[in-house]
């Protein structure tokens, strides 16, 4: 057992280090982060739209009329639709702070070439008409919602690496001598920006002269399907789990470190669901979405360490227990779990450590069966955040279904199970630890 | 004294704040004491006399401790038995021997 604590802190950890102390996935994060409180709104004028009580959408109608819900969904237009927009802004910003250059105009740029990588155009189907027609002048919402998430976060890198090789160089313009330094720092971003430009310019017209015709159409060929199978599947998503709970043993946060990577893709499948649950497709496309892991897997925090807090209120016989599980009972209701992981410890603990792998691979595949025989209602794209308590979280994500709620209670009964004896044989240890004292 | 605490969300961390404001209050030491994520840092940090980092976040340490150079503050890692049993009086004393040092 020592051997496996060794690999963990001489091997696992070094490289976890490397992995999430790298920039990029840094700035990825952090930038992605920006969208979140926009599409919590969004979900909150969602879930409004589509309460499930009967007679709901007639009383609805009555009261404001029969466009009540596109008036409504308004707001999720503006939230949901535009993270790619957002997000790219975040993480050019938060990589130019990370490379200490000014991160508004970074941002800024990146804005700026990721709507020159975006063709305006938008298909428009004509009353009466049998096929759509391009139609030029606009900004297509399509892509700038999860759609054009993967090209608005590869330009915020492309153009912030630009942004700041040209800046660290010190390829800036020089103005005489009389000129207002406030003057002059105002054309600091002037070369960058147009180099970028330049370079986002010509990569439009080169890619325009292939099959593929756009950028987003490369993108999404090329990295987006791929992702999205690796995303999607079920193999994937225990890897995924497997890494979370395997960093948070060496006392990593795996969610984060993992997020980094895997957060862009969860968020373009929640996204997917949203799209459908809002026309009222009977079958929504998704199973593993971002809520997939904070609501239905992570209860109680990673590890799905709920359960073990119950225990220790309830069984603990050694003081040691009993005393953090009065602590941690609050957090976890919230999911936050560092007193359990670090407190109990599970971090470093081998004993602890194999339940707390276990028990959430075992509900990602109880949720996977539950959720892809229809058992139970897939997640509908709702944002709930995180912290949600559990049952109500469930509620929530799945777009107001008891289903929901009932899958949490059950996955909640299988991690019980599985900490269990292991929770008997740590407590026992503690017990005769304090009476020997 | 000014202390700063971060971890991944905060969130963490913030249940160590009011645990080392209540050890603060008692020992009549007058703290300033807030947690922030690891992503707003940055703009918190010139307003702290010591910044205080949350073990899941250590891989984060080299960079923090940079920015603390910087910035002229101590920056180091809470204990890990510390910060799982929530304990307020130990990362206060912590804190005091970083920034008297």
């Known amino acids: ?437 | 004294m000014r202390i700063l605490l971060c971890c991944a969300a905060g969130m963490s961390t913030s249940l160590l704040v009011t645990k080392m404001e209540k050890a603060a209050e008692e020992q009549g030491v007058e703290a300033k004491i807030w947690a922030v994520s690891a992503d707003v840092v940055r703009n918190h940090v010139d307003n702290a006399d010591v910044l205080l980092v949350g073990p899941q976040v250590r891989y984060m340490l080299p960079q923090l401790k940079k920015l603390g150079q910087e910035k002229g503050i101590p920056v180091d890692m809470i204990n890990t038995m510390h910060y799982g049993t929530c304990n307020g009086a130990e990362v206060l004393k912590f804190a005091k021997q970083l920034v008297t040092k």
């Open chain 1, 1 to 437: 057992m020592s051997k496996f604590t060794d690999v963990l802190e001489n091997k696992v950890m070094p490289m976890a280090g490397r992995i999430a102390g790298q920039r990029h996935l840094q700035a990825l994060r952090d930038g992605l982060i920006l969208t979140m409180p926009l599409i919590i709104v969004g979900s909150i004028f969602l879930i409004l739209g589509f309460l499930p009580i009967p007679g709901y959408e007639e009383f609805m109608a009555n009261t404001y009329g029969d466009q009540w819900l596109t008036k409504l969904l308004y707001p999720v237009g503006a939230t949901f639709d535009i993270m790619a927009l957002i997000a790219g802004f975040g993480i050019a910003y938060r990589l130019a702070e990370k490379y200490n250059v000014e991160p508004l105009s970074a941002g800024a740029i990146s804005v700026s070439a990721f709507l020159l990588a975006t063709p305006f155009e938008v298909s428009f189907l004509a009353e009466g008409a049998t096929a759509a027609v391009m139609v030029g002048g606009a900004i297509p919402a399509a892509l700038m919602g999860s759609k054009g998430l993967f090209v608005a976060m590869l330009i915020a890198m492309l153009s912030t690496e630009i942004y700041r090789y040209i800046i660290q160089k010190n390829i800036v313009f020089k103005l005489p001598d009389g000129v207002p330094p406030a003057v002059s720092k105002s054309f600091v971003a002037l070369i960058p920006g147009a180099i970028v430009i330049f370079v986002v310019w010509i990569l439009r017209i080169l890619v325009e002269n292939t099959d593929f015709g756009s950028l987003h159409n490369i993108v999404g060929e090329i990295l987006g399907k791929p992702l999205g199978v690796l995303g999607g599947s079920l193999i994937g998503s225990l890897v995924a789990v497997f890494l979370v709970q395997l960093l948070w043993s060496c006392g990593l946060h795996g969610a984060s470190i993992v997020g980094g990577v895997m957060g862009p893709i969860w968020l373009a499948s929640t996204d997917a669901n949203r799209l459908a649950f809002q026309e009222g497709a009977e079958a929504l496309p998704n199973v593993f979405t971002q809520q997939f892991f904070d609501i239905f897997v992570y209860i109680g925090g990673s590890g799905a360490t709920f359960a073990l807090v119950v225990m220790m209120l309830l069984r603990a016989r050694s003081q040691q227990m009993k005393q953090l599980g009065r602590l941690a009972f609050g957090p976890g209701l919230f999911n936050i779990n560092e007193p359990i992981t670090f407190g109990m410890p599970i971090v470093m603990n081998p004993l602890m450590i194999v339940p707390f792998i276990l028990a959430p691979l075992a509900i990602v595949i109880t949720t996977y069966i539950a959720m892809s025989t229809g058992l139970v209602a897939k997640p509908a794209g709702i944002a709930v955040p995180w912290t949600m308590p559990p049952i109500i979280g469930g509620y929530l994500a799945t777009g107001g279904k008891i289903s929901g709620a009932l899958l949490q209670l059950f996955n909640f009964c299988v991690t019980f199970a599985i900490y269990y004896p292991f929770f008997r044989m740590w407590d026992r240890q503690k017990y005769a630890e304090e009476q020997g004292k």
